[in-house]
C-alpha cells in the first residue's frame, strides 16, 4: 500500500510549521501583540492564540475521527462562535503561554502520529460539515499556520 502517508514527512512537516510558529511569535512585540490582524474577527494575540489552542484540538480529533465522530454545527454559526471563542480563551493569554500551549499540543499530535496504524489512514468523519481523514488532522497543521500567519505578518510589515 504505497499511497499511505509517511509519518517521517508528516513529522518533519509538522516540526517544520512548528519551528515557523515559534520564530513569527518571537517576533511579536508587546504591540504587535495587541494589534488588530488581518482577519477582522481577531487581533494578532487572538491568532496566536488559535494556532497553539488548535494543535490540542488536532490531538483530540485523531481519536474522534478514527471513531467516526461527527461533530455538527450549523455552518452560520461556526465562524462567529470560532471567533467569539478565541477571543475568550485569549483574553489573559501571553506569547510564553501561546507557546507552551503550542508545544503541548504539537507534542501530543507528534504522540497521535506515532500510534497511526496502516488501516486508520482512511478513517473519516464528518466535522463543521466536511468530511476530514486521519491524514487530514496531520497535514493541518501546515494550512492552519499559513492561513492565519498570513493574516499576522502584513500587519506586522513582515510580508
Known sequence: MSDLPDKAA?????????????????????????????????????????????????????????????LWLPPILVDPLRALAMRWLARNATQELAARKYDEGYNAL????????????????????????????FRQPALHFEEHAADVRPVLGRE
Not at 113 to 124: E, K, N
Open 10 to 70: 508528516l513529522q518533519a512537516e509538522m516540526e517544520t510549521t512548528r519551528a515557523a510558529y515559534h520564530e513569527l511569535l518571537s517576533s511579536l512585540s508587546q504591540e504587535d501583540w495587541r494589534r488588530a490582524s488581518g482577519n477582522p474577527d481577531m487581533t494578532v494575540k487572538d491568532l496566536m492564540w488559535h494556532m497553539a489552542w488548535a494543535m490540542g484540538w488536532l490531538s483530540g480529533s485523531v481519536d474522534a475521527v478514527k471513531r467516526g465522530r461527527r
Open 110 to 137: 507528534i504522540d497521535k502520529l506515532a500510534g497511526v496504524i496502516d488501516g486508520d489512514w482512511l478513517r473519516s468523519a464528518r466535522r463543521f460539515g466536511e468530511s476530514r481523514t486521519v491524514e487530514w488532522c
